[in-house]
């Protein structure tokens, strides 16, 4: 039985993006971001304003010595990476704070690991010296974003995954899934991602994060979204049921260059940067 049908029906019913969200990742995604555009579309979100304004006035950045009461002040004492960060980090927050019982991930978990591709994916860029924008933080934060779709089907079809396990031991999670359900997660995240109509750059790193040699386009963020969630399950960051049957694309590593002492370096970075997204996360949590 495929359940292709039913899936793409979940996806055209799946919530809506918020428009203030999607005019925030419009914005990210241009090549030179215009910060009182940034501004302006944050003032439709008072929620993500207010937890902005609360982080600039908190004890941690220096708060207490003077009131911070505009987002420019903000964007001023926090410095733009941050900003954008926090932005992202909120306005996907409750996309991923989500308990996935098909993958047998925990909700923080599933945070951990989504929140470690989006920084380990910005490090591979900065060492690498790519040129890039500010899309590969948001593409390695939502690039699993087909699991939430997903999982209530995997959930229905525990026993199916488990034969076809079986069958194919060494066969990749989600070649398993694309057998039981005729789609798989990268599939289902973008055609998510198409729906929502977000940037294509974005919904290709979804689309082929474990297949990177099928991109046509955007081959620069798909290969460093597949390779730093690669990392995140070396590192054993949130795997859940996939385990260890991850395919790597040696094409990927090929045309980044990568060598192990960048994937170290990567690996080291990422875990303080996690760790600090995190901190923010539990004390700035969207009200």
């Keep these: 039985m495929s359940y292709l049908d039913d899936i793409k029906k979940a996806i055209e019913t799946f919530p809506d993006f918020p428009v ?4 925030i ?3 990210v995604s241009n090549l030179v971001i215009d910060y009182s555009e940034l501004e302006e579309a944050l003032r439709y979100d008072p929620g993500l304003t207010a937890n902005i304004l609360r ?12 009131d911070i009461d505009s987002l420019h002040g903000a964007f001023v004492l926090l410095g733009q990476r941050r900003i954008l960060e926090l932005v992202m ?6 996309l991923l704070d989500v308990q996935l019982e098909g993958y047998q991930l925990r909700h923080e978990d599933f945070l951990k690991h989504s929140i470690w591709v989006a920084v380990a994916s910005e490090q591979f860029a900065q060492a690498l010296k790519f040129k890039t924008k500010e899309t590969l933080f948001t593409a390695g934060l939502l690039h699993d974003i ?26 990749s999670f989600e070649k398993k899934e694309k057998a039981v359900f005729g789609i798989n997660h990268p599939e289902a995240g973008g055609m998510l991602f198409d729906y929502w109509n977000l940037p294509e750059e974005i919904a290709s790193a979804i689309r082929y994060h474990h297949s990177p040699e099928e991109a046509d386009k955007h081959q620069q963020v798909v290969n460093i979204v597949h390779v730093a969630d690669m990392l995140a399950y070396v590192e054993s960051i949130g795997i859940g049921i996939e385990g260890v049957h991850y395919h790597v694309s040696d094409s990927a590593f090929e045309q980044m260059g990568i060598d192990e002492d960048t994937l170290e ?3 080291s970075q990422s875990v303080g940067k996690m760790k600090e997204i995190l901190n923010l996360l539990e004390n700035e949590k969207p009200k």
């Design 55 to 66: 982080l600039a006035n908190s004890a941690q950045f220096g708060g207490g010595r003077r």
């Design 20 to 23: 203030a969200s999607q005019r």
């Design 25 to 27: 990742i419009q914005i």
């Design 89 to 94: 980090t909120n306005v996907a927050y409750k």
């Design 146 to 171: 087909g699991k939430v779709v997903m999982d209530p089907f995997l959930v229905k079809e525990q026993q199916a995954l488990e034969d076809v396990a079986a069958q194919q031991n060494e066969v």
């Design 265 to 267: 370096y990567v690996a």
